[in-house]
C-alpha cells in the first residue's frame, strides 16, 4: 500500500453544554481529521489535541504543523505503508504523540478497509458491545449537577464520573451519595489539580466507594501518585501521565497506579494502546478506555479497542448526543447502557459528505 497523499481537515463542532474540567471550559470542538489516500482504499483518523496545550502539551495547530513538515513526510517515503510500518517511521520524531496516532490510525483504516477486516478484530475484541460511562464537567452549583446526572443515569449510562478540583470535591461527591445511593458506580478525574499536600484532603473521599480517582496530581510524577496511593483506600487511575507502554511499566513497578485510562491519541495510536491493554492485564491491573469529546471516527476506534478482554471497567465511550446534537458520522446511540462495536471493514463508519463539508473550517491536501 503506497500513500498518494494526505488530506487535513478541520472541523468546528458546537457542544451540547459548555464541558468544565480543573484545566478549561470548552463550548465547541475544534478537531483536526486525517484521510490517507491510497490506490486501494481510503482511511481515517481523529486527532484528539484540543485547541489548546492544556490538557497535555500537544495542540491541533501543532499537529497539524509536524504532520505536514515531518510526519507526513517520512509516511510519503514508505513503499508499503501498513500499521506498524508507519509506527516505526515515525518513531524516530520525539513526543507528538497525538498526532502520530491520527496518522496511524488512518493508515490502519485504510488497511483493514482494504483487507475488508474491523477494527474490533484486528485488535482482537471479545465482545460485540461496551458498557458505557458518562463524564461529566464541573458545574456552578450542586443542584445542576445531581440534575445533569440525574439525565445520564435515565438515559441508561452505567457508570459515573465527574471532574473534581480544589473546591469541588468532596461535597459533590457527598450529594451524588445522597441522592443515588450506593450502588451508583462513581468516580472522580481531577485533570492534575492537586499535590501531594492535599492527600488528606483526598483520603475524605474514601468514605464514599468511589471505584477509581483519576489523575489528581501531575502528570510527570509517578513517584508522588505512588506515595499518594498508599495513602487512600480509593484504587488510583493514571491518565495523562501514561503516554507509553514504558510508562505504563514504570507505573506498574513503583506502585502509582491500580488502574489505567487508556487513551490511544496520549500513547500514540491503537497498537501502543493494545500493548497497554495487554501489559495490565498480565499483571492484574484493570483497564478503561478514555475519551476526548470524540467525532463518530475517533469513538469508533474507541468502541472497539473498548471491547478487548482487559477492558474491565465501563469506559467514557458515551452516545454521540452526549456532546453533539449532529456528528459527523452515524451517531453512535446507547442501548441499553452499551454502545454497539462496529463490524464494517476498518473503522465501519464513514463521515457523511454533507455534514463533513457544512462543519469544515479549513482543508489542505498534501500529496506524497
Ligand atoms: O481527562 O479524561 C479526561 C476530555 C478531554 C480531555 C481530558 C479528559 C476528558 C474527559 C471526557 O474526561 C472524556 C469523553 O467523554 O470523551
Ligand atoms: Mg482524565
Known sequence: MKITGVELRRVAMPLVSPFRTSFGTETERDVLLVKVVTPEAEGWGECVAMSGPLYSSEYADGAADVMRRFLIPALAALPDAGAHAAERALAPFKGHRMAKAALETAVLDAELRAAGTSFASFLG?????????????????????????????????????????????????????????????????????????????????????????????????LVQHAALAKRLRTPLCLDESIESARDAAAAISLGACSVINVKAGRVGGYLEARRIHDLCRAHGVAVWCGGMLETGLGRAANVALAALPGFTLPGDTSASRRYYATDVTDPFVLQDGHLPVPTGPGLGVTPVPEILDEITTFREWIPA
Not at 463524564?135 to 452505567?158: H, K, N, Q, T
Not at 471532574?163 to 481531577?190: H, N, S, T, Y
Open 125 to 221: 475484541a471479545s465482545r460485540d458491545r461496551v458498557p458505557c460511562g458518562v463524564s461529566v464537567g464541573i458545574m456552578d452549583s450542586i443542584p445542576r449537577l445531581l440534575d445533569a446526572v440525574a439525565g445520564y443515569v435515565d438515559e441508561g449510562y452505567v457508570r459515573v464520573k465527574i471532574k473534581i478540583e480544589p473546591g469541588w470535591d468532596v461535597a459533590p461527591v457527598r450529594a451524588l451519595r445522597e441522592r443515588f445511593g450506593d450502588d451508583l458506580l462513581l468516580q472522580v478525574d481531577a485533570n492534575a489539580a492537586y499535590t501531594l499536600v492535599d492527600a488528606p484532603h483526598l483520603a475524605e473521599l474514601d468514605a464514599f466507594g468511589l471505584l477509581l480517582i483519576e489523575q489528581p496530581l501531575a502528570e510527570d510524577d
